[in-house]
Each structure stands twice: as C-alpha cells, then as structure tokens.
C-alpha cells in the first residue's frame, strides 16, 4: 500500500498550522486579558470562515477523519483530571447540592427550550424536546478546566464552589447527552414508542438509569483493577507508564460505551475518584502528567471547535434563535437558584455558578448536526440554533467565568501567601 506524499505533507503541515495557529491565538488572547481557549476557539472560527468563502483550501481529508477522534482523546483527558480532582469529603460536604446541579438547571433549560421553540417553530413536542436536550448540556471543555485552574489557585475553597460546579457539570452533560439519544432514537425508530405517554416516560427513564448504571460498573472495576497494579507495582511503573495504562482503560471504556449507548464518561471519572480516593500519591502524579497532556489537547479540542462553526449557518437561526437560547438560559439561571438551596453558598457564589452554567460548544458541536442528518424535520433549524449558542454562550462564559471569579469567589491564602501588614 502506498501513501501519496503530498496528502502526508498536506496532513502533517495542517496539524503544525492548527497547534502553532492555536498557541499563538491562545497568547495574543492572553495579552488582551481574554481567555486564551478563546483565541483558540476564535482562530477555529477563523479557518472555518475562510474555508466557507473560498480562501483556504479544505482540511485534509485524513484530518478530517481523525478530528472526532481527536476531539474525544481531550474529553477523555479533561474527565480524567475532573474525578482525579473531587475529594470524598468534598462530595459528601456539597453532595445535595452537587446532585440537584447535575440535573435541575438542565431539566429547566430543556423545558424552556422546548415550550418556545413549539411557539416559534410550530414544532410538535417531540422536535421541540430534542432540540431542548442539545441546548441543555453544557460544555465540560469549557467548565472543567476553568474549575480545575481555580482550585488550584484556591478560589472558593471554603465553600468548594469549583468541586460543586465541577461535579454537577459533568453529570449534567451526561445526561443531556443520554436524554437527546432516547428522544432521538423515538424518531429514528430504535427506541419503543408503544405504550401510553406514562409508560414512554417511566421507559425513557429506565433507559437513562440502565446507561448511567452501566456506563459506571466498568468505570468502577477499571478504576479497582488499575488501583491494585498502581499499589503492587508503585515503584516499578513509572509515572508516564501509569498515565498511558490510565489513558488506554478510559479509551477502551469510552469506545464501548460509544457502542453501546452507556455513560462511558462517568465511568472515566469514576476512575480517577477511586484513584483518588485509595491512592492519592498516584493519583498526584496522573493528575500532573495529565496537566501537561492538557496543554496540547487543549490546543486541538479547541481549535476543532471553532472549526465546526459554520458563522453562516449561526446567523441562519436568527432572533428565533436568540429568543430561544435566552429563555434556556434565564431557565438553568433559575434552575441552578433552586439547586443552591441546600448549599452554604452566599449570593455572590451563586451567581457565579449561574455563569459557570453558561457556556455550551462540545455537545453543540458534536450532535448539532444529528438530527439533520437524521432526516428529522426542523433538522435545519436544529443545527443552526445549536451553532448560534457556541457563538453566544462559549464566549460569554468563558468571559463570565474569567472576569467574575476574582470578584464573586472569595480566596483562601496557604500559610506562605499570607498576606502581611506592612509597617509604618
């Protein structure tokens, strides 16, 4: 079998172009004091605006075969760090509140979604739904990295306001993620759509307890089986061994729950909970390699999701578009208010899990265009108010998140950066 060197340089060229174009926008974003997974985003944005008029060639096809491969290798990677970074004591300290997070504001988001888009679309209710649960989810990418770099810099600590957002996200996209496939398989017909509505819904529910169930085992017994090589063997494994054995499990569990339709993503950070929770000397060396991983994952993961931003299939949506995002928003808004309520959070520390709960662009992205392709009515209308909500939400949260924490999260000082009175 030959390879036509050409298409080799024009891949390899691509990837050089996307991770030094990625780094370079991710600093000038830096100098501006904007996020710099917003320069990122916005130099994906970029090469797609200028492919769509004609005055970039197209990515290359090979590229564009591994891109959604590429795009999962950093999801893994972020989850990975998120349960290597939730401590038991936290969860059982924020546990309420954490679980009410993780649904709530995304039910609430769905709802909302669903009863305008009826309005302004003149949808029935199973087309308005499905756009609801692509709305709902908001984006790990975004959040868990963002609550990450503020605990490691001790912001809300006494309250663990990050390990809240941190927990509640990533079980919200879950099952946003969950929810889309059964509504989405009652139109493609691999769901049961017998029976009277009651029994859809106790069914539809069964269905998300069974993926969630099933998508945790594994992550359970992954997690105990690398626990016990990672105990046995601690000297003779070295930490970059130990990372790709973790890598190469959660990679596994994440294709089989492709396949199967299972929560695979909780189960990768059940992993790294468990590692956490029974050897925390592990769990601090994975947790700093997987740092240093990060850094170009987050290049790519970015970069591919300004790519997948067609600006002309954004405006497409229009002030329908709009209206309905932001009546999803004002919802999770009032959602996350009512998940708040158990917690010991003040008004300022509420507010900022609101806007933690902002940003959308990984889900979006990636199921934007299902339903279209699925042949499902409105399916246009679908992937143009998805694409319209990474151009809003992605930006503003990541604003939101960057600007607020300073002034809504109050910071505890180690012993060392104490604070001292200077003397007259």
């Known amino acids: 079998m030959s390879i036509n060197p050409d298409i080799s340089m024009t891949f390899e060229l691509a990837v050089v172009a996307v991770l030094i174009g990625g780094y ?62 939730i401590h038991l004591r936290t969860l059982k300290k924020i546990g309420l509140s954490a679980v009410l997070l993780s649904f ?8 909302a979604v669903t009863a305008v888009s009826m309005v302004l679309f003149s949808w029935d209710a199973g087309q308005a739904l499905l756009l609801g649960f692509l709305l709902a989810a908001v984006s790990p990418a975004v959040v868990v990295p963002s609550m990450l770099e503020l605990k490691e810099k001790r912001y809300g600590e006494k309250n663990d306001v990050p390990t809240l957002v941190l927990a509640g996200a990533s079980l919200d996209d879950v099952l946003a993620i969950s929810l889309f496939t059964i509504v989405l398989h009652g139109f493609t017909g691999e769901g049961s759509s017998a029976g009277s509505p009651i029994q859809t819904v106790l069914m539809a529910l069964g269905d998300v307890g069974l993926s969630l169930t099933l998508g945790i085992l594994p992550g359970i017994a992954a997690g105990l089986i690398l626990l016990w090589l990672f105990r046995r063997y601690h000297q003779s494994i070295r930490a970059t061994e130990k990372t790709l054995l973790l890598l190469g499990s959660a990679l596994a569990l994440f294709s089989v729950g492709q396949s199967a339709h299972t929560a695979a993503l909780l189960g990768i950070m059940t992993m790294g909970f468990i590692l956490l929770r029974y050897h925390p000397p592990a769990a601090r060396e994975l947790g700093a390699k997987l740092g240093k991983a990060w ?64 940003p959308k662009a990984t889900v979006q992205a990636a199921l934007g265009a299902v339903p279209l392709a699925a042949g499902i009515p409105g399916g246009e209308q679908m992937l143009a108010t998805a694409v319209l ?18 002034r809504l999260l109050d910071i505890t000082f180690s012993p060392q950066q104490e604070p001292r009175e200077e003397k007259p």
């Not at 100098?31 to 492919?51: D, E, H, N």
């Not at 909500?389 to 300073?406: D, F, N, Q, Y």
């Open 389 to 406: 909500a990474i151009v809003v939400t992605a930006p503003l949260g990541l604003l939101g998140i960057r600007s607020l924490s300073p």
């Open 295 to 358: 850094i170009f994952a987050e290049i790519l993961l970015f970069v591919f999701i300004g790519m997948a931003v067609d600006i002309d299939i954004a405006l497409d949506a229009g002030l329908r578009g709009l209206i309905i995002i932001a009546a999803g928003l004002a919802a999770r808004a009032l959602g996350v208010l009512i998940s708040c309520i158990p917690s010991p959070l003040n008004w300022k520390e509420r507010l900022f899990v609101i806007v933690s709960y902002i």
């Open 104 to 111: 709530v504001p995304m039910l609430m988001e769905a709802l």
């Open 24 to 85: 370079i926008s991710a600093k000038a974003a830096g100098k501006a004091k904007l996020p710099p997974v917003l320069g990122m985003t916005l130099f994906g944005v970029t090469i797609s605006l200028l492919q769509g008029r004609g005055l970039l060639g197209a990515t290359p096809p090979l590229l564009e075969d591994i891109i959604p491969s590429l795009k999962s290798l950093a999801l893994v990677v972020i989850l990975l760090r998120a349960g290597l970074g």
